[in-house]
């Protein structure tokens, strides 16, 4: 299943790489995988989804990702 | 998996220039200074409620609260997804102690170290969690344990736990991280 992420790496993961220095690779495989996980146990489409993002270990740098998964995105901070 | 990857947005990304316009490109809120008691007056309903690395480092009290003002913002059928750390954080940079090293401290002794807005680690058991949710109205229906097995072996082998954690599986203490997905059931 983690081939499903290689656009990350080949597309983004270098760009983001050359911006922050704090990327989590390891996180976009937990996420993916559980994408795949709903989306065959509740039979939705994630990609039409809007999603609300309480808040990430990884910074602003993942709900950039989200936003290719996701229809939309709100993310806060958590202080 | 990538066929429900929007590719249009993906091919955005791929030339993703990371300028002010970068967040509203990619349909992206950003709010800082959020409060618990903004939910309430948000308009908006949404589908999934995500966090990454975040509820470790949340007072248990304030969890809750979250969980049953989220409700005000989820559709009907909405789902939580959440990925928690419960790892020593500091065993991420010192590779001299495990992933459960903490929990050979009492809250005082913890607090010492960790006791502040930036290094703040609630030290919660996955099963902690699982009672937090059910008891805020939610159903868990998917559950992925990352077992430590260094931590596992360490536990096994008379690590001395504090009392507060005397009375959890070591299994569960061992328990690194996991994904969990919850649905609201009342």
């Known amino acids: 299943m983690i081939i499903s992420i290689l656009p990350f790496q080949s597309k983004i993961y270098s760009k983001v790489h050359q911006k922050f220095d704090r990327y989590e690779y390891g996180a976009i495989e937990t996420f993916s995988q559980a994408m795949i996980n709903i989306q065959n146990i509740l039979s939705i489409n994630i990609s039409s989804q809007k999603v609300f993002e309480l808040g990430s270990g990884i910074g602003l740098i993942h709900p950039l990702y989200f936003s290719i998964f996701f229809d939309s995105v709100t993310s806060i901070d958590v202080d | ?186």
């Open chain 2, 1 to 186: 998996m990538v066929a429900n990857i929007s590719v249009e947005k993906l091919n955005n990304f791929g030339d993703a220039c990371f300028d002010e316009n970068l967040l509203e490109r990619l349909d992206i809120t950003y709010i800082s200074n959020f409060k618990i008691t903004d939910f309430s007056s948000m308009k908006v309903k949404y589908d999934v409620f995500y966090s990454n690395n975040t509820l470790e480092h949340i007072p248990p009290a304030d969890i809750k609260r979250i969980l049953l003002e989220s409700k005000r913002i989820l559709n009907p059928g909405s789902i939580h997804l959440h990925r928690i750390d419960f790892s020593d954080h500091f065993s991420h940079i010192d590779q001299s102690i495990s992933s459960c090293h903490c929990l050979k401290y009492s809250d005082t002794s913890h607090n010492l170290i960790a006791g502040n807005q930036f290094a703040y680690h609630n030290r919660l058991i996955v099963n902690d969690f699982i009672g937090i949710f059910e008891s805020s109205g939610y159903k868990i229906i998917i559950l992925e344990k990352n077992i430590d097995l260094v931590a596992l072996r360490l536990l096994d082998s008379g690590f001395k736990l504090h009392e507060r954690f005397a009375s959890y599986k070591k299994e569960d203490l061992a328990t690194q991280d996991v994904v969990f997905v919850a649905q609201i059931i009342s």
